[in-house]
């Protein structure tokens, strides 16, 4: 397909740009789930073998403090975000001054205001980002180009891709039949069996693994054992830690749907909301994956948005401390309202959720089906006494 060849030649520009940086250091800002991790992995992994210094740090939200200081610091001559500011291009754009920024991700995007800010984000190029390609995807095949040897690490772009919904279609199916080509991937039932490491897992139960050193453990050396597992195969270390941690999420998913089946959720005219402490000392990417789950329970309102809000840690792994105390807002689509999101009957999470939680401080990005927030902590009730206004406006 010739838009296909447009967006890899756009690549390829960028990597030769990125090559004329190869002496200098730079720093990869990856997501905290599965994608992100997968994301992560692969471009530090790619710029090791091309004998590229980078450091990385792993965030849960784009924390506008965090991104100011790294660029502000003047140590990096490229940074890279894998999974992650594609919604936040026009801010990036104000920092980066003449530093090479290139954006590996696939959420609703803007386009960069700045030519040293490249944006492969597939909603620019006419795909859909939220089903044509993950972020690692797309990591993947930016890093491929600029390192040719990384094609064993096709595998783990696929596990990245596994939150994608629906068929393997455009560069997710390009780069699973890659890999089933080059045997790292064979068909297992509705899913796929891939080789990490020297290990064969499914797609599916790699992908969990993943989400939950990347949530559960983010506080606790996770995200870094979820980066071994992507290059090394899990080891038992890794497995021991999955298996923890996954138990201590199950718990607190059974004591927090007790309390909401029990007690209700609180009821507006277009929205469903609760909010939760069951979480402390987990990552917030915890919160989106509950909501994920309640959606398809049976005392949820089919056609109202759902929202669930958890109060972050101030403390960001690998950076240090936040000036502000912040809540994360996840929001999510039960099913119906979710068809009626993609038929055009109501508005997209993203539509309303940007300009609110901006409007407070805060940030938000996602997918018009699934997408989150970060405002101030003291900011909660106006943000919820507006929500129903700005739905209404965008309807």
């Known amino acids: 397909m010739r838009e296909v060849a447009d967006y890899v030649d756009a690549l390829r520009k960028g990597v030769d740009l990125l090559l ?4 200098g250091r730079g720093v990869v800002i990856h997501h905290d789930d599965a994608d992100g991790i997968c994301s992560g992995a692969i471009a530090l992994e790619a710029l090791r073998r091309k004998k590229m210094s980078a450091d990385s740090i792993c965030l849960e939200k784009l924390f506008p403090q965090v991104v100011e200081s790294l660029y502000s610091q003047g140590k990096y001559c490229f940074f890279i975000f894998a999974d992650l500011a594609a919604s936040h291009a026009h801010w990036i754009s104000d920092l980066a001054n003449d530093t090479l920024t290139i954006i590996l991700d696939h959420h609703q995007a803007q386009n960069p205001t700045n030519p040293s800010v490249l944006s492969y984000a597939p909603d620019l190029y006419g795909f859909k980002g939220y089903e044509d390609a993950s972020g690692s995807i797309i990591t993947y095949l930016f890093m491929k180009i600029l390192e040719s040897s990384i094609t064993d690490l096709s595998s783990v772009a696929l596990v990245g891709a596994y939150e994608i919904p629906g068929e393997i279609r455009m560069f997710n199916r390009i780069v699973l039949e890659e890999a089933m080509a080059k ?26 693994m993943l989400n939950i050193l990347g949530s559960v453990g983010y506080y606790r050396g996770g995200v870094q054992l979820g980066i071994e597992a992507c290059l090394k195969g899990p080891s038992p270390k890794i497995g021991e830690a999955v298996e923890r941690w996954e138990a201590e999420r199950k718990l607190a998913f059974r004591r927090l749907l007790t309390r909401l089946s029990r007690e209700g959720l609180n009821q ?13 000392g987990m990552g917030s990417k915890t919160i989106g994956n509950f909501c994920s789950y309640l959606r398809f329970q049976r005392f949820i309102d089919p056609d109202k948005y759902l929202l669930g809000i958890m109060p972050l840690l101030k403390v960001i792994p690998g950076y240090g401390e936040l000036k502000e105390s912040y809540v994360k807002i996840s929001v999510r689509a039960p099913k119906p309202l979710e068809k009626k999101i993609k038929r055009g009957e109501m508005p997209p999470i993203t539509s309303f959720l940007i300009e609110l939680s901006s409007a407070l401080g805060g940030f938000a990005d996602g997918h018009p089906v699934a997408a989150s927030a970060v405002i101030p902590r003291d900011k909660i009730n106006i943000f919820l006494e507006r929500i129903d206004l700005h739905i209404q406006k965008n309807l």
Request: aromatic content about 16%.
């Open 268 to 280: 507006m005219r277009y929205v469903q909301w609760f909010q939760t402490e069951e979480f402390h």
């Open 183 to 208: 045997g790292l991937a064979k068909p297992k039932g509705r899913d796929y069996s891939l080789l990490i490491g020297s290990s064969w897992l499914s797609r599916r139960r790699f992908s969990t």
């Open 20 to 23: 004329d940086l190869r002496a």
